[in-house]
């Protein structure tokens, strides 16, 4: 398994403060399709710090959240102190012991390409109650923002990251797609709804490179082409961008049901 998934666990305070909430209008839509309300029990795999448990604990939900890194659980649970009906277990989810009462709703958020191909659905369907709901939220940098300045940072990477492939063009938010192959077969219910949340974030550059200190990628380079990067960056924006610059993201949910 990619050894990178455990660099998130490096500054867990870092990521709890700049790793960006989902939409309100997410989880407002997810909660709606999975039918939540204050009996439903929830599996969220890889929670991270708690972006979307929060939300979903707030729903009145019984959530149990299964995360890898220790010092992320620490802070998830930290901010789920006011939900007695959440918990967060420290594992990894291909070797979690399911609890023996199945769920209605199992979720991973930005997550789910760190999970083994292998297991990460066989295993998701044996949480799940017959009926039950699969929820998927894929996180994509698309174009749009400060178009030019992402085109123009690639310098930076290759100046710097000699294994950054040259000339990366950011992916248009049309011809942004996920899909999983393993979910148009049973024990999946489908076709697979997939619904759609753009948003626009501005960073300074100070938050900007701290976000990009929360990236696995980011954190495994030497340290003297870290910082030669991150100053590239940050002088980048300061000199050209006059302070600020803005990133497109598009949220992709994705909603399948287990078969009856």
Not at 141 to 160: I, K, N
Not at 163 to 174: Q, R, S
Request: proline share 8%.
């Amino acid at each position: 398994m990619n050894t990178l998934r455990g660099r998130f666990d490096e500054d867990a305070e870092l990521y709890d403060r700049i790793r960006p909430r989902y939409p309100v209008g997410l989880v407002t839509e997810l909660a709606a399709l999975a039918g939540l309300n204050d009996r439903s029990r929830v599996l969220e795999v890889g929670p991270g710090t708690g972006q979307l448990t929060v939300p979903l604990a707030a729903l009145g939900c019984e959530v149990t959240a299964v995360e890898l890194g220790p010092s992320l659980a620490a802070v998830a649970r930290r901010n789920l102190r006011g939900f007695p009906r959440a918990r967060v277990e420290v594992s990894p989810f291909e070797e979690w012991a399911p609890l023996p009462d199945p769920f209605d709703l199992v979720v991973c958020a930005t997550a789910i390409h760190w999970i083994d191909p292998a297991q990460r659905f066989t295993r998701a369907a044996q949480a799940l109650r017959p009926g039950g709901t699969l929820a998927l939220v894929t996180t994509h940098h698309v174009a749009g923002g400060s178009v030019e300045f992402f085109a123009r940072v690639q310098r930076c990477y290759e100046r710097w990251d000699p294994a950054t492939p040259p000339d990366i063009v950011l992916p248009n938010e049309a011809s942004t797609e996920t899909v999983f192959e393993e979910l148009a077969h049973p024990p999946w219910d489908g076709p697979v709804q997939v619904h759609r949340h753009p948003r626009e974030i501005t960073y300074t550059p100070a938050e900007y490179l701290d976000l990009l200190m929360t990236y696995s990628g980011h954190r495994a380079l030497a340290p003297a082409a870290r910082h030669g990067m991150l100053a590239c960056i940050r002088a980048l924006i300061d000199e050209q961008y006059g302070g600020s610059i803005t990133k497109r993201y598009l949220h992709e949910l994705l909603i399948v049901r287990k078969a009856l």
